[in-house]
């Protein structure tokens, strides 16, 4: 077959296109793929945080106010299996429960003391004139692994260490005063 006889023959080449585009449509789905798990992976640490301060006002007798968040918290980000909260991938460490103190004054100036220890927040309070309001705030952490570790311009975990994976944290808080 001559030479240009070839060139003219368009046999495999649909074959050769696929080969070409291939890897970059592999890519791109195990890379939505792992997005998709990271947004899961987030959106259950916002409902753990978001349930755990739902949970402020059950609290009873038999618990601390921070005790009783952090094990909602953890319960709803881990699962539950046969009535009993799995206890990974966070544990009650991966819970910071933050209360917080503001002081308005007339000339709508805020004073804002915070707290992670609850007996030593009742005690602080706003001066005479001030309005005082009070939060409590959870805050839940966890890493990411992702699938590939595929680390895009550069970037690099706040550690420094690229096995530690993404570092993701949901924030909720209520006022209570």
Do not use: W
């Not at 793929?33 to 609290?59: F, H, P, W």
């Not at 005690?123 to 309001?133: H, I, R, S, V, Y």
């Not at 992702?146 to 550069?154: D, Q, R, S, T, V």
């Amino acid at each position: 077959m001559p030479f240009s006889q070839l060139r003219a023959d368009e046999r495999g080449a649909a074959v050769i296109e696929l080969a070409m585009v291939a890897p970059m449509l592999a890519l791109m789905t195990i890379g939505v793929v792992d997005l998709s798990n990271a947004y899961s992976r987030k959106l259950a640490l916002e409902q753990g945080a978001q349930r755990a301060i739902e949970k402020v006002m059950q609290t009873t007798e038999l618990d601390t106010v921070e005790n009783t968040l952090k094990t909602e918290a953890v319960c709803q980000v881990n699962g539950m299996e046969n009535g009993v909260c799995k206890t990974s991938p966070i544990s009650a460490n991966n819970v910071t429960v933050t209360y917080r103190l503001e002081c308005n004054n007339a000339g709508s100036i805020v004073s804002t003391q915070q707290n992670t220890d609850s007996t030593a927040f009742d005690q602080l309070d706003c001066n005479g004139t001030e309005k005082p309001q009070r939060y409590i705030e959870v805050k839940v952490t966890d890493s990411y692994q992702p699938m590939f570790k595929l680390h895009f311009l550069g970037y690099k975990p706040a550690s420094g260490n690229l096995a530690a994976g993404y570092q993701m944290q949901a924030t909720a808080g209520v006022r209570t005063e």
